[in-house]
Nanobody, 125 residues
């Protein structure tokens, strides 16, 4: 059974950094799209970064481009999200997700079928 477990969330001041980690089971990770999504209270879930584990393709939302970096470690079945220059508007629950898509990985949550439990990120001003 495919599983994803996020970690690394927490509270940080504006301008600070956090690194989120997603540990994936082999069935969830191998040769497919992985992504990070976030959802703030009262808002829709937003796709912020995706990566193709079988190659080098990445995709970012405009709201995080230049501040966040998604990366992977194929040997460990891990996906990371390095978040720099954090802003209060980045406050949300962050989720790791996996999709059966290969190649280009869109930011649409509808194509991701496996989800982690989420990790909270809170940025104070």
């Amino acid at each position: 059974q495919a599983q994803l477990v996020e970690s690394g969330g927490g509270s940080v001041q504006s301008g600070g950094s956090l690194r989120l980690s997603c540990a994936a089971s082999a069935s969830a990770y191998s040769n497919r799209c992985m992504g990070w999504f976030r959802q703030a209270p009262g808002k829709e879930r937003e796709g912020i970064a995706t990566i193709y584990t079988g190659g080098l393709s990445t995709n970012y939302a405009d709201s995080v481009k230049g501040r966040f970096t998604i990366s992977k470690d194929n040997a460990k079945n891990m996906v990371y999200l390095q978040m720099n220059i954090l802003k209060p508007e980045d406050t949300a629950m962050y989720y790791c997700a996996a999709s059966r898509l290969v190649g280009f990985c869109p930011l649409a949550s509808s194509v991701f079928n496996t989800w982690g439990q989420g990790t909270q990120v809170t940025v104070s001003s």
